[in-house]
T-cell receptor
Framework: GENVEQHPSTLSVQEGDSAVIKCTYSDSASNYFPWYKQELGKGPQLIIDIRSNVGEKKDQRIAVTLNKTAKHFSLHITETQPEDSAVYFC??????????FGDGTTLTVKP | EAQVTQNPRYLITVTGKKLTVTCSQNMNHEYMSWYRQDPGLGLRQIYYSMNVEVTDKGDVPEGYKVSRKEKRNFPLILESPSPNQTSLYFCASAEGLAGQEQYFGPGTRLTVT
């Protein structure tokens, strides 16, 4: 089955700095790669996603890149703010309905 | 308001006592899924459903059952709960086929003693 590895498990940055979280996947059938943000006591919420036919996608301060050949994708957050502090999850999904999540990255943005 | 609801939000039970966690969505989504979240292990998929009367196993289905008799509801059933099923459970739904944004419920924290 699919295996998704996510690094780092914790990340601490100064406000205004950039944060990068990386994920690798194993199943070539995976074709949808979302990133979710989970705040304390809440369910995960989508922040950005990318499909296998696209190499990069950007939404204001957030960007995701995908390298299909190497089977890895990354989340980039620029100009970080304290409200970006949360747990971030990457995931890989197939058209068959299976979704595999990474173990999560706890991001702390220090004011 | 478009949402996924779960009940109960918190549950403490004893080993072997059957329980059901309900999940309902009001977005007319075809896809629904259950996950469990444990510290350091991310979210692991238990079961998913692509449509009414269609269910499939995820990565950790042992000890769980589901049913999808109506589009809006996807209950998770633990026939004989055990302490290793103590976890935080999330239901999610998505429009149409898989490979779409999933909308998560608020979670159900289950403790089995």
């Amino acid at each position: 089955g699919e295996n998704v590895e996510q690094h780092p498990s914790t990340l601490s940055v100064q406000e205004g700095d950039s944060a990068v979280i990386k994920c690798t996947y194993s199943d070539s059938a995976s074709n949808y790669f979302p990133w979710y943000k989970q705040e304390l006591g809440k369910g995960p919420q989508l922040i950005i996603d990318i499909r296998s036919n696209v190499g990069e996608k950007k939404d204001q301060r957030i960007a995701v890149t995908l390298n299909k050949t190497a089977k890895h994708f990354s989340l980039h957050i620029t100009e970080t703010q304290p409200e970006d502090s949360a747990v971030y999850f990457c995931a890989a999904s197939t058209n068959a309905g299976k979704s595999t999540f990474g173990d999560g990255t706890t991001l702390t943005v220090k004011p | 308001e478009a949402q996924v609801t779960q009940n109960p939000r918190y549950l403490i039970t004893v080993t072997g006592k059957k329980l059901t966690v309900t999940c309902s969505q009001n977005m007319n989504h075809e896809y629904m899924s259950w996950y469990r979240q444990d510290p350091g292990l991310g979210l692991r998929q238990i079961y998913y459903s692509m449509n009414v009367e269609v269910t499939d196993k995820g990565d950790v289905p042992e000890g769980y059952k589901v049913s999808r008799k109506e589009k809006r509801n996807f209950p998770l059933i633990l026939e004989s709960p055990s302490p290793n099923q103590t976890s935080l459970y999330f239901c999610a739904s998505a429009e149409g086929l898989a490979g779409q944004e999933q909308y998560f419920g608020p979670g159900t924290r289950l403790t089995v003693t």
